[in-house]
């Protein structure tokens, strides 16, 4: 063997070399899964805007519970006459408290469906809180594959660059001719076309992290252990369609579309109302009063029927709607389920690919050396090593995402269930101080201190 061959094996050995270095794992930082988990948590305005519209429900309790309450309102009333040439002028001022006393049930059906309406809006932010989480998870693992890419592809021109000074070194001692030299370029510019490409992708992948969670990171740590799955498909989608907030979500609009059947059945029944009066004029006349009334609606040109009929409606298509999202909730299970199976063996796989590939790699750059290999065999050897460890790559984040996105189908994907150890929200906390529609100062200053609080964790 000759001292350029000699010297060419050692060349490719240290190329192997930076070829198996391409996939270890990022330098250890202090941002880790928990921590994006936890900055997406924080610093979403999603959840802040879904807050809002749980805080509005909350109200909503509050205006029906007002229906009940007495309405106290003051009139001035001045009066100007003039009739046959006599003018006269009246001022009266008037006080009058009313309160429905009795409407058979029309106000506690309204009362109970505006609470059962504020139970689905807190389910719809616990899914929002899901999905924002699920970003962040899905932000991590395409940072953390984007800079792999980036890393191999860099080791790979790194090769690809001794393997082309080492084409010209034999070139000129007359081993190879000048096309084996241009595929060695050929190849090593295309290497780098894939390097720039890897480098946008994680330009691209630091963005979303950024949307998602932001900040930008500085660096992330490997992610941890996976979740444990349950032991079969059945009880995952068991532990679904009892944790998932769409399903309990839509399962108490169904609650509040029937409340609103009764509410609108309940409109045609008669009223009972109550009322006191009390009136001055400027002479310094003054009269009391007391009043009861029942009133019953006996013709409304059809407005009471067809509200009954689309109460019904909404009823149908709230059961629809939780039969649905109860499928949808059984078919995301089954696809994240398969997700981590495919993963699984396609790692399995890409790792038999890769083992193979490295021997074919060893097996051509030994036999190049003695001339019984072309350039051109070397760098296809090389691509195909390089081709199998992109895919391992891809392959493992996939396999992480899939399992939390199986987390989500299952409704397990909550700061509380992943037990993140931060103060949440509490979705209580408003609804508490206002569900009493609260006028008195000290139901007043509980209600301060909850928006102050609000307002700080904004």
């Given at each position: 063997m000759t001292g350029f061959a000699k010297s060419y094996r050692a060349l490719m050995r240290r190329s192997v070399l930076a070829i198996a270095l391409g996939t270890a794992a990022l330098p250890a930082a202090a941002e880790t899964l928990g921590d994006t988990l936890v900055a997406a948590y924080r610093n979403s305005h999603l959840l802040e805007q879904e807050r809002a519209v749980l805080r509005a429900a909350d109200e909503d309790v509050a205006s029906a519970m007002a229906a009940l309450r007495p309405v106290l309102e003051w009139t001035l009333n001045h009066n100007f006459v003039e009739s046959e040439g006599f003018e006269s002028t009246t001022t009266t001022t008037a006080l009058t408290a009313s309160m429905t006393l009795y409407d058979f049930g029309r106000s506690r059906a309204s009362i109970d469906a505006a609470k059962e309406t504020v139970l689905a809006t807190r389910y719809a932010l616990l899914g929002v809180e899901q999905?924002?989480?699920?970003?962040?998870?899905?932000?991590?693992?395409?940072?953390?594959?984007?800079?792999?890419?980036?890393?191999?592809?860099?080791?790979?021109?790194?090769?690809?660059?001794?393997?082309?000074?080492?084409?010209?070194?034999?070139?000129?001692?007359?081993?190879?001719?000048?096309?084996?030299?241009?595929?060695?370029?050929?190849?090593?510019?295309?290497?780098?076309?894939?390097?720039?490409?890897?480098?946008?992708?994680?330009?691209?992948?630091?963005?979303?992290?950024?949307?998602?969670?932001?900040?930008?990171?500085?660096?992330?740590?490997?992610?941890?252990?996976?979740?444990?799955?349950?032991?079969?498909?059945?009880?995952?989608?068991?532990?679904?369609?009892?944790?998932?907030?769409s399903i309990l979500q839509a399962s108490r609009l169904v609650a509040a579309a029937e409340l609103g059947v009764a509410a609108a059945e309940a409109e045609r029944n008669p009223t009972i109302t109550g009322s006191v009066s009390a009136q001055a004029d400027k002479d310094g006349g003054s009269q009391a009063g007391l009043g009861l009334s029942l009133s019953q609606t006996l013709y409304s040109g059809g407005r009471l029927s067809a509200t009954h009929r689309k109460s019904m409606a909404q009823r149908d298509e709230a059961r629809s709607s939780l039969l649905n999202v109860s499928r949808q909730v059984n078919q995301a299970v089954g696809i994240a389920w398969a997700n981590i199976d495919v993963a699984q063996a396609q790692i399995g796989a890409i790792n038999q690919q890769i083992s193979a590939a490295q021997q074919a790699y060893d097996g051509v750059r030994e036999e190049a050396t003695l001339g019984a290999r072309t350039t051109l065999d070397v760098l296809d050897a090389e691509q195909s090593l390089l081709e199998a460890r992109v895919d391992r790559i891809t392959a493992e984040a996939t396999l992480q995402l899939a399992h939390y996105q199986l987390l989500a189908a299952m409704g397990l994907l909550t700061v509380k269930d992943l037990k993140l150890g931060i103060p949440t929200y509490d979705p209580s906390a408003y609804y508490n101080a206002v569900r009493d529609a609260p006028y008195t100062s000290r139901q007043g200053e509980s209600l301060d201190r909850v928006m102050r609080a609000l307002g700080k964790s904004n």
């Open positions: 999905d924002v989480l699920l970003t962040a998870v899905q932000a991590f693992m395409e940072v953390r594959e984007a800079a792999e890419q980036v890393e191999l592809q860099q080791n790979s021109v790194r090769v690809l660059g001794q393997e082309l000074q080492a084409a010209q070194d034999r070139f000129e001692v007359g081993e190879i001719t000048v096309t084996d030299v241009a595929q060695a370029n050929a190849q090593l510019a295309a290497s780098r076309a894939s390097l720039s490409s890897a480098e946008g992708d994680l330009q691209v992948a630091y963005e979303d992290y950024a949307a998602a969670t932001g900040a930008k990171p500085k660096g992330l740590n490997a992610p941890p252990p996976l979740p444990k799955r349950p032991a079969s498909l059945a009880a995952a989608q068991a532990s679904a369609q009892k944790n998932h907030p």
